[in-house]
Each structure stands twice: as structure tokens, then as C-alpha cells.
């Protein structure tokens, strides 16, 4: 075993581990892999392999939004565009305290903010109409996504979605991107008792995919998120997004500046098996 504290504080170690794998590939490959920093920054502290983060794992579960998606700068629109009409002025600082909340905590946190004469459920309907609309028109697949999704099917592996959005939403906009029939299960915080950061919706998704939850790893982009997978009792691969740069993630197993990234650094953990 390695341990993730020592393995890469060096460009020299990072080539040693590479060495240990029998990457393939000369000294250009290993020097791309370097400069794009695929990862090999981990700090945790705790003892693991650092190239085993797939070993015993059946299944991958994915986030949706800010993590397949970078949904985030559309629903801070949206949000402005919703909440104008009673003369809100929406802040990026403000709207950043509801990513990765369940949406009627959002909700709640929105109406109690600005004292809007509205319930929960009247707010959440007009936002996730409207959201869902403009995401369909606006939507991308975050770089990477696709090839690692190829990959991983390619391997075996189950794939779902454990989103704090409604299902509904989660397939619309898994369609728009064109992988809804590459999931084998997707389930939404509306399916469930209780939104991240509560485990509810991985446990959901584990469930559905016959996978117990051990043998998942999840990907996620906010602390909430982490943290719900770190309950579910699944390992968890952060990859944080922008909006919550410098949040804490070290409940994450381990965590990669981007999907590109972790797609890298998985193609050469299956060439080492």
C-alpha cells in the first residue's frame, strides 16, 4: 500500500508512481500527465492505494449538476429571473449557500432571505419549470464527461445518478446531453425522505442498481454532496466545483480539479490492472 500523504509531492514521484504502474507511454506522456495535474496532489493522510480508488467497485454514481453539467451560472440566472419580479437583486454570494442543499431548503432559505410572500412549494414550482426550460436550450456536457462514461461502461462498470434535483428535471436534462439510456438507474431528492446532505439518494441509487454500498463510488462537486456519500458508506471522487472553491472536501477520498482529470487518471489505473 501507498500512502496518499507521500506519494506525489514531487514531479520525481509522480514518474516513480508511474513507473510502478508500467504506464506505457515515454517521458512526454508522463510530462503531460504532470502539467495537467490529473490528481496526483492528494493529501488526506489516510493509507490507501493511490491507484486502487476502483478496486471491489461495481457501480459509479454520479452528481448531475455543477458535477455532468455546469449548471450552476444557468440557475443563478434563473433564480435572478424568478425572484426579480419581487424586486430581489440576487448575489452570487447569496445564491452560493444553496448549492448542493435539497431544494426546498433552498427554497426556504430564499423565501426567509428576502421575506417573499410565497410557500415552498409555490417557489419551487416556478423555479424548476423555468429552470428546466432554459438548462434543455443551454445545457453542455462538462469536458471529459462523455469519455469517462464510455470508459466506464466499457469496464463493466453500473453507472446511475443521485441528483438533489426533482427526477423529472435529472432526466430531462440527462437527455439533453445524451446519456439518459446510459444510466442504468437515476433517482432525484423529490424520491426520497431526505436531500443531501442526508445519504437517502446514493443508498437510493445503490438499491436500484443492485450494488451495495460499498461497492459504489460516487462523484461529487460540493461539500454537501461528500458529505452524503461519506454517510452512505460509499468512496467518494470530489471534484469540486468553482463556486465553492476553498470549501471543505476532505471527507472525499480523493479529489481531481476536473472531469478531464479524473478520466486521465482512470485510463491509467485500468492499463495497470
Not at 488526506?44 to 461495481?58: H, K, M, N, P
Not at 426567509?112 to 426550460?133: A, C, M, N, S
Not at 428535471?169 to 439510456?181: E, H, K, P
Request: some cysteine; hydrophobic content about 45%.
Amino acid at each position: 500500500k501507498l500512502s496518499m500523504r507521500h506519494v506525489v509531492k514531487t514531479r520525481a514521484d509522480f514518474i516513480a508512481l508511474l513507473s510502478r504502474l508500467n504506464a506505457p507511454g515515454g517521458e512526454s506522456q508522463i510530462a503531460y500527465g504532470w502539467a495537467e495535474g490529473i490528481g496526483y496532489h492528494w493529501d488526506f493522510g489516510r493509507e490507501a492505494s493511490a491507484v486502487t480508488i476502483l478496486d471491489g467497485i461495481q457501480a459509479v454514481i454520479f452528481d448531475l449538476d455543477g458535477l455532468m453539467v455546469d449548471s450552476e451560472p444557468i440557475a443563478l440566472d434563473v433564480w435572478r429571473e424568478v425572484l426579480d419580479p419581487y424586486g430581489v437583486k440576487l448575489s452570487a454570494q447569496v445564491y452560493s449557500r444553496v448549492i448542493g442543499l435539497e431544494p426546498r431548503r433552498g427554497a426556504g432559505m430564499m423565501i426567509g432571505t428576502f421575506d417573499l410572500p410565497l410557500t415552498v412549494e409555490e417557489l419551487l414550482d416556478t423555479y424548476w419549470q423555468h429552470r428546466t426550460k432554459v438548462m434543455e436550450q443551454r445545457i453542455d456536457p462538462q469536458p471529459g464527461l462523455l469519455n469517462l462514461v464510455e470508459m466506464l461502461d466499457k469496464a463493466g462498470l453500473q453507472l446511475g445518478v443521485a441528483s438533489n434535483s426533482p427526477h423529472f428535471y435529472v432526466r430531462r436534462i440527462l437527455t439533453a446531453i445524451g446519456l439518459d439510456q446510459r444510466m442504468a438507474c437515476t433517482v432525484g431528492s423529490d424520491q426520497v425522505q431526505a436531500g443531501k446532505p442526508a445519504p437517502d439518494v446514493y443508498l437510493a441509487a445503490a438499491e436500484c442498481l443492485d450494488v451495495r454500498p460499498e461497492a459504489c463510488l460516487a462523484i461529487e462537486d460540493s461539500p454537501a454532496g461528500v458529505e452524503a456519500v461519506h454517510a452512505a458508506g460509499m468512496r467518494c471522487v470530489a471534484v469540486p466545483n468553482r463556486e465553492l472553491a476553498g470549501e471543505d472536501f476532505s471527507l472525499a477520498d480523493m479529489e481531481f480539479g476536473s472531469l478531464e482529470a479524473f478520466h486521465k487518471f482512470v485510463k491509467v489505473e485500468l492499463l495497470a490492472d
